[in-house]
């Protein structure tokens, strides 16, 4: 089974500034048949559900502000927040088929 | 718009069998690639696959697991059914069912707390 995981596993951020969280995974999750790699990022704020930011390594969803980017390939990916917002502050987890990273926590410095 | 709502008891005590129900809108389980899937998460900790259904009846399992999950789904009630036999209080979690699109969650139901406790 693949095993995602993240680090760090928590960071204090100044408002403002960039946040980074990166995930690796113990195998390849770039499919050739399509050349996309088979990572999401979600967001979970406290006492809500996770949130779905991004697919395919880089793809982000309808409404989910620019600030929030994805980049990577096979098996090394990184979640970048340009500018850190307060309503950033969450959990973040990368999956890739049926595994979940162990998750980031972002707070405000 | 897509909704997903878990029902199901809050409280069973080890050893029992628990049986959760996913009522869903907004899609149907019939639609090619489309799936649901049952995710956990035990207080304070991380996210963890239990299991998927596809719209072909293809079922994946969490291999730790697999002996004590079924998984079944019902197009025209648009329900999907998770049972997990031999409930010990490490299962104490929000149980959490959601659409899939591949392997990529797109949607989340609201969860599930279910706290296992004699």
């Known amino acids: 089974d693949i095993v995602m995981t993240q680090s760090p596993d928590s960071l204090a951020v100044s408002l403002g500034e960039r946040a980074t969280i990166n995930c690796t995974s113990s195998?390849?999750?770039?499919?050739?048949?399509?050349?996309?790699?088979?990572l999401a990022w979600y967001q979970q704020k406290p006492g809500q559900p996770p949130k779905l930011l991004i697919h395919w390594a880089s793809t982000r969803e309808s409404g989910v502000p620019d600030r929030f980017s994805g980049s990577g390939s096979e098996t090394d990916f990184t979640l970048t927040i340009s500018s850190l917002q307060a309503e950033d502050v969450a959990v973040y987890y990368c999956q890739s088929r049926f595994s979940f990273g162990g998750g980031t926590k972002v707070e405000i410095q | 718009q897509i909704t997903l709502k878990e029902s199901g008891p809050s409280l069973v005590k080890p050893t029992q069998t628990l049986t959760l129900t996913c009522t869903f809108s907004g899609f149907s389980l019939s639609t090619n690639g489309v799936g649901v899937g049952w995710i956990r998460q035990p207080p304070g900790k991380a996210l963890e696959w239990l299991a998927l259904i596809y719209w072909d009846d293809d079922k994946r399992y969490r291999p730790s697991l697999k002996s004590t999950l079924t998984i079944t789904k019902d197009t025209s009630k648009n329900q999907v059914v998770l049972t997990m036999t031999n409930m010990d209080p490490v299962d104490t979690a929000t149980y959490y069912c959601?659409?899939?699109?591949?392997?990529?969650?797109?949607?989340w139901g609201q969860g599930t707390l279910v706290t296992v406790s004699s």
């Open positions: 959601a659409h899939i699109v591949g392997t990529t969650v797109t949607v």
């Open positions: 195998q390849s999750v770039l499919y050739s048949s399509n050349n996309k790699n088979y």
